[in-house]
């Protein structure tokens, strides 16, 4: 199920109209269309827009953007973050993700190591 199809879904559900959802979301009166290219798939919503229609909506932000990942609203939003980045800025996530992990890979390895030397303690 697309985007598209699972706002719509959602938004049935709530029992409002494309226009009441806008209001509610802050979009103004003329945003109607804006949620209908949405669910047509013609247009894609900012991160604060999904949040918004989510809150609105009763459902997670997760599960309204990427319901099959099972990924939280967090995760929601670094991936969507992600998506609308130009690519420098997707190199710069890159180099920051390879970086932390490396940090925590290095850390990890002094815990190790420190609780394998003192036997009395157990490794975890």
């Excluded at 879904?9 to 509610?24: D, H, I, T, V, Y």
């Excluded at 967090?74 to 690519?87: I, M, P, V, W």
């Excluded at 490396?102 to 003192?118: E, P």
Aim: glycine share 8%; with cysteine; charged share 25%.
């Amino acid at each position: 199920m697309s985007f598209g199809e699972r706002l719509r879904k959602a938004r049935e559900n709530a029992g409002l109209s494309q226009r009441e959802l806008a209001q509610a979301c802050g979009l103004g009166d003329a945003a109607q269309g804006r949620i209908g290219n949405y669910e047509g798939g013609l247009r894609e919503p900012t991160l604060d827009v999904i949040d918004r229609m989510a809150v609105v909506l009763g459902v997670s932000a997760a599960e309204l953007a990427y319901p099959s990942l099972g990924l939280t609203n967090d995760e929601a939003r670094l991936l969507q973050a992600y998506r609308l980045a130009d690519s420098a800025a997707r190199s710069l996530i890159h180099s920051t993700v390879d970086v932390v992990l490396r940090q925590q890979s290095v850390l990890s390895g002094r815990r190790k190591k420190s609780t394998s030397s003192n036997p009395s303690q157990p490794n975890q």
